[in-house]
Nanobody
């Protein structure tokens, strides 16, 4: 299985931008569908976005459509989440996950990283 590490979180003002990165280990990164989810303390983890193995198809939850963009660079074993027009309600720990089986750009995913904190001030 692949190991994942998320980076890029931080503190930004409402309306600002961040780019998160998900770095995967191994040679088979392109075999995995990769997605992002987020979670706040005491809340369930919610799906944010996912991308197909080759990067040609994406899926987003409604609340981030038009603001977030998921992309990948398989040569770098990396998936990105560009987050623009950030809102306080986007504050959460963001996790990337991966799965080899299936075709759906949606949960569940089999592997998860440690997460990176995103905080958006009002």
């Amino acid at each position: 299985q692949v190991q994942l590490v998320e980076t890029g979180g931080g503190l930004v003002q409402s309306g600002g931008s961040l780019r998160l990165s998900c770095l995967g280990s191994g040679r088979l990164f392109s075999h995995y569908i990769v997605g992002w989810s987020r979670q706040t303390p005491g809340k369930e983890r919610h799906f944010v976005a996912a991308i197909s193995r080759g990067g040609g198809m994406t899926n987003y939850t409604d609340s981030v459509k038009g603001r977030f963009t998921i992309s990948r660079d398989n040569a770098k074993n990396t998936v990105y989440l560009q987050m623009n027009s950030l809102k306080p309600e986007d504050t959460a720990v963001y996790y990337c996950g991966a799965k080899r089986a299936g075709v759906d750009l949606a949960p569940p995913f089999d592997n998860w990283g440690q997460g990176t904190q995103v905080t958006v001030s009002s």
